[in-house]
RNA sequence: GUGAGUGUAGCUCAGCUGGUAGAGCGCAGGAUUGUGGCUCCUGUGGCCGAGGGUUCGAUCCCCUUCACUCACCCCA
């Protein structure tokens, strides 16, 4: 084989794809539970919509957009992320004149150029959702806590960790960069070489930085919440107060920073140790002022993006199973192949799943029903044509039954049930 | 963009100081001519990532290149 897929895009097979499902199926659930619409924005936008709405100086637009000229001349971007693109269809649609408030959520691929490596690719999914026109903390909490219950629902809570800081609004932030500039000036010679360029460019960064000697030299830096202006100080503590009543266990990082620009006050990480260096399954913050950089209302929203692949890397073995049906088998004659034609098809007709390997030995065909997990086997051979009859056999327990041809679908039914029964 | 590691069967990997490849799993068939799993037997399967060099001879040594993986960076 020649062609193999593009650097960093990856197929999802089958075996995997059922665990994606599940996935995808418990974070819809859960969005209807807390009243969250879905919104499908296409995967390609104008790429002035990303340089306004993430910011032209951070990384992901600097250099890991995919952006092209399509043949219209226009600069087209497949979406880095999609708070911007669903804040664009929110804007272009008027949604929020209609409601003042939008509850909206969206599943799909996102796009950077980035160099793979574990839980990091260059096609990515992301369960996202965006809260617009509630400006409280205690949306913020709530948000919180949905994304939370998204992903405890597919790893179950052990090992995670709800990460919340305040990043200030633009009155008090410039007070705090300035402050957090003169510290780390003053300890220059402490710093690796990385930081000492986003000590300029960056300097938020220094303080999520890895190396054991930054770790150390950031220890007793400024912090966020000592500059906070009172406004957002009272945000933050009321957005912990949510977080208490909702009973969602968070732990306080005042070094947690966010790569795009546009975040303000509320900032929130879940994070699993298990993950190795791209440790974050899930991240976000509130954003205040990019409706309005948008050309929308000056509301503000918070929202969050939960990353795919690294949820369906932790999420334990055999968490999602396959559907359950059954398997025809025929003995290899014409006449018996017909019936089991007929057979699957009164069985679809009926919503029950019908596999089958019609053109193989009968060995071959039994084999099959076994390795594909089926709980039931139909059989039809000689001596049921004759009979106008069925046999079923139960793949877990080997037993096996003749039943009149017109009760199979009810037959089956009934064996079915009784499989769940016993699972639940 | 930077650094390190790894490329051998569909998958996971062995292959000694250079002598043109092996296992397990899988898949197919059989033992069991109408019945899966367990067991046993048989079979299928490879331009040893690609190109060049050294050598009588290279999966093995050298160079180049590509791909993958991990880490930095950044992020979900």
Redesign the pocket.
């Known amino acids: 084989m020649d062609i ?5 895009m ?1 197929d999802i097979l089958p075996e995997e794809a059922v665990l994606w499902r599940f996935v995808e199926e418990e974070a819809r659930r859960i969005f209807a539970l807390y009243g969250f619409e879905e919104l499908r924005p296409p995967l390609l936008e104008r790429t002035e919509l990303f340089l306004r709405g993430i910011g032209d100086e ?3 637009v600097e ?2 957009m995919y952006t092209f000229t399509d043949k219209g001349g226009d600069s087209v971007t497949l979406r880095p ?1 999609a708070t911007a693109c669903v804040l664009r269809a929110v804007i272009e649609h008027g949604i929020l004149n209609k409601d003042p408030v939008a509850k909206l959520y969206t599943i799909g691929p ?1 796009f ?1 150029y ?9 096609q ?3 369960i996202n959702a965006e809260r617009l026109g509630e400006d409280g903390p205690l949306a913020d909490a709530e948000t919180l806590a949905m994304a939370y219950d998204i992903v405890r629902s597919v790893l179950g809570g052990e090992g995670l960790v709800m990460e919340v800081n305040s990043l200030g609004c633009k009155q008090c932030r410039p007070a705090f960069t300035e402050a957090l500039k003169a510290f780390l000036a003053a300890r220059e010679d402490l710093l ?1 070489s ?1 930081c000492r360029r ?1 000590m300029v460019s ?1 300097p938020l ?1 220094v303080l ?4 054991p000697t930054c770790k150390e030299a950031v220890m007793d830096a400024p912090t966020l919440d000592a500059t906070l202006c009172g406004g957002c100080r009272e945000h933050h503590e009321c957005v912990k107060e949510g977080l208490d009543a909702l009973g969602v266990r968070y732990e306080q990082n005042v070094h947690l ?4 620009d546009y975040y303000t006050r509320t900032t929130f ?2 994070v699993s140790a298990s993950l ?9 913050g509130r954003y205040d002022d990019l409706l309005g950089l948008l050309g929308g209302p000056p509301v503000g929203g918070i929202g ?7 949820l369906v890397m932790l999420a334990p073995e055999g968490l999602a199973k396959k559907g359950e049906g059954c398997f025809v ?1 025929a ?2 004659t014409h006449e018996a192949r017909l019936e089991a034609l007929r057979l699957m098809m009164e069985l679809r007709g009926n919503g029950i799943p019908a596999d089958s390997a019609l053109g ?5 065909q ?6 594909g997990g089926h709980p039931v ?1 139909v ?8 009979t106008g009859t069925v ?1 079923l ?8 039954e003749t039943v009149p041809r017109a009760d199979l679908v009810s037959r089956i039914l009934s064996v079915l049930d009784k499989g769940k029964g016993e699972k639940a």
């Open positions: 193999r897929a593009v650097r960093g990856n951070t990384d992901v250099k890991q992320e996102m950077r980035e160099r793979p490596q574990k839980g990091r690719f260059r990515f999914h992301q690796c990385d986003r960056n960064r999520d930085c890895k190396v920073v966010r790569g795009l990480e879940i190795g260096s791209n440790s974050a399954v899930a991240g976000g969050f993006a939960i990353g795919m692949e690294r088998a003995q290899n193989r030995s009968f060995k071959a039994m084999r099959r029903a076994d390795k086997c059989i039809v051979g000689e001596e049921e044509l004759r046999s056999r139960d793949m877990r327990t080997g037993s096996q």
